[in-house]
């Protein structure tokens, strides 16, 4: 089973939202309660870039290109990390991971977000 398995991408037009889902499949909630997770993306011929980061005490930071636009949550419960997304552009088209910050060496597959239109 993946450490990280993504869900939620997809395509829609300048404009619109998508809420991504991911779920930290092989952490125990011991580590994952207090880890900070964090969303991440890559862009065709871009290095990944961190986008979005949420503590265990649930502090949150965002790269400058997404504040007021995404928002991103966690469930402990489910140790399931979230980032709503509203306003999307076509320059927020990427592959989108989660994982720990730092990051671990894991990744998941990812889902793909395609803003056009």
């Known amino acids: 089973q993946a450490h990280f398995l993504e869900s939620g991408g997809g395509s829609v037009q300048p404009g619109g939202s998508l809420r991504l889902s991911c779920r930290a499949a092989?952490?125990?909630?011991?580590?994952?309660?207090?880890?900070?997770m964090a969303w991440y993306r890559q862009a065709p011929e871009k290095q990944r870039e961190l986008v979005a980061s949420?503590?265990?005490?649930?502090?949150?930071n965002y790269v400058d290109s997404v504040k007021g636009r995404f928002t991103i949550t966690r469930d402990n419960a489910r140790k399931s990390v979230y980032l709503q997304m509203n306003g999307l552009k076509p320059e927020d088209t990427a592959t989108y991971y989660c994982?720990?910050?730092?990051?671990?060496?894991?990744w998941g597959q990812g889902t793909q977000v395609t803003v056009s239109s």
């Open positions: 994982n720990t910050v730092p990051p671990g060496d894991n």
């Open positions: 092989r952490m125990i909630t011991s580590t994952f309660n207090p880890a900070t």
């Open positions: 949420i503590s265990g005490g649930r502090s949150t």
